[in-house]
């Protein structure tokens, strides 16, 4: 029993290996190794090389030795083993998934996951009965709500180290820059990660402190993951965090807001209110007479300016907690 069952997971470790080899790039055994451990397949380094080495004897797969560490591929004229086959149902979701999600799922599974993407992108465009599901993409878009921009490069190695240190709780030390130009050295405790616009923000404690910060990624010049884990703070929830303004640059203090402004500009606050307990009253000289609970924030207060002379009487009165 026991030795068939070490030849079922010699053939499954095989088969997963076979689906992460890609074709137009090269792959080394430790960059498998780690698909592997983020899809929760332990298996030390040296078995991975052992199996690779007899995957190139029966497969077509190339392996560069020329220099260290080897790479691995198929050969342009092999075929590579698909994935379990997928719907064009299913094709479309993972290709959504893939453009949509590209920066807020970890870099580890995000790798993990390339066989499955490169599978979906294949069928949609090879599979006579995947027509429909490959125009949807063209038939949906996500609009912008202001001005677009152009997302602000991140750092080689950033985006991964910071993913891999939020998704194992290890600390993350970090060389950042603020907005001034002011360079500074921290271990900090990664503890969520948040896509705003086109840029993308680290939330987290700095050593030593119980406090949150937000660093914005394109600001970490470099960032190195720790072998030290930490136990995520009981106390800290994102959603909360988001909920009080933190990202808007509130400090989670709520008001009582209420502005007048001129019926057209203010139309669509009727169809999109500020808040559940938003009320509307239209007053006689044609404005809309506005007043919601809200988080006070410098995003609120860039938000009304937005609207410039058509808001007037704007005023806040906090609420006690």
């Known amino acids: ?50 199996q ?8 077509d797969i190339e392996r560069d030795d020329r220099s260290k560490p080897y790479g691995y591929r198929w050969l342009q004229h092999g075929e590579p083993l698909a994935v379990a086959k997928l719907s064009p149902q299913e094709s479309l979701l993972l290709n959504l998934a893939e453009a949509q999600l590209k920066h807020l799922l970890p870099a580890q599974l995000t790798r993990a996951m390339n066989g499955f993407f490169a599978q979906a992108r294949r069928n949609l465009s090879h599979d006579q009965s995947a027509t429909l599901a490959r125009q949807w993409p063209d038939k949906v878009r996500v609009v912008a709500t202001s001005q677009p921009l152009l997302p602000p490069k991140l750092r080689a ?72 884990t930490f136990e ?14 933190r990202f808007g640059f509130g400090e989670g203090q709520r ?22 307990d938003q009320s509307v009253k239209m007053l006689r000289n044609g404005r809309l007479q ?15 300016l937005g609207f410039g002379e058509t808001v007037r009487g704007v005023r806040k009165h906090a609420i006690e907690t």
């Open 290 to 304: 506005i007043t919601a609970t809200v988080v006070n924030s410098a995003m609120l207060d860039r938000w009304l």
């Open 52 to 59: 690779l080495d007899m995957l190139c004897q029966h497969f």
């Open 157 to 228: 190695g950033v985006f991964d180290a910071v993913s891999e240190a939020l998704y194992e709780n290890r600390w993350l030390n970090v060389d950042y820059q603020n907005a001034s130009g002011k360079g500074s050295n921290a271990r900090i405790m990664p503890l969520g990660l948040a896509q705003q616009g086109e840029r993308l923000y680290l939330v987290c404690r700095f050593e030593g402190y119980d406090n949150e910060r937000s660093l914005a990624l394109h600001r970490i010049q470099s960032a190195k993951v720790s072998m030290a």
């Open 232 to 245: 995520r703070p009981r106390d800290f929830d994102l959603k909360r965090y988001d909920d009080d303004g």
């Open 255 to 276: 008001i009582k807001l209420s502005f007048t402004i001129d019926a057209n500009a203010g139309q669509h606050l009727t169809e999109s209110p500020l808040s559940q």
């Open 1 to 50: 029993m026991t030795k068939r069952s070490d030849t079922v997971e010699a053939v499954l470790l095989a088969l997963e290996l076979l689906r992460r080899i890609p074709r137009q790039r090269k792959v080394t055994a430790k960059d498998l190794h780690v698909q592997l451990q983020a899809a929760g397949i332990a298996r030390n380094l040296r078995t991975i090389q052992r």
